[in-house]
């Protein structure tokens, strides 16, 4: 090895780092796409949901500065049914029903769908929202577009079923 090159380690013998260094290093590399794949599932909700008669926002060809994509039911058995979708349709825990429930904090019952890897990680799928009209959810993330497309999927034909 030449003087002054060296390799890119992970610093495990260096420095107070509580053997956090592999996980800091992997969110660098893997954020653009996990991002990417999160706009990418936020668009696809958009398109199809608004295609089925519901206000969503942002559209889906409209410029996006966050992961967050809001849908209008206008229903509270379809805000319902679509976050147990979501929740279904997740790699974790899809046998879990979310249910309406009172959360400090907050004045409505909300419900709240996450089968995420990282218990309360929003850039993992999720869905959640207050129990009072216009009944909105505010879906977010996707670590990859096939499972947020599953989770998708999943919850519109929950919520058509009904």
Known sequence: MEKGLQHLGLGKDVGP?????????????FAPSVVASSLKTAV?????LEKL?????PRWNDIRADIVQTIEFNDEKKLIKFCQGIQ??????????????N?????????????????????ELSCDGPIRPPYVAFLQGGLTYEYGKLGIL?????MIDE
């Open 17 to 29: 780092s509580l053997g956090a260094n592999k996980s800091f290093l992997q969110g660098i590399y």
């Open 44 to 48: 696809l909700a958009s398109t199809i």
């Open 53 to 57: 008669g519901y206000k969503v926002l």
């Open 88 to 101: 279904k349709g997740s790699a974790v825990d899809s046998t879990a029903v979310p249910t309406p429930y």
């Open 103 to 123: 959360m400090p904090g907050y004045e409505d019952k909300i419900i709240m769908a996450s089968g995420s890897f990282v218990q309360g990680s929003s850039i």
């Open 154 to 158: 999943k919850a519109i034909q929950d």
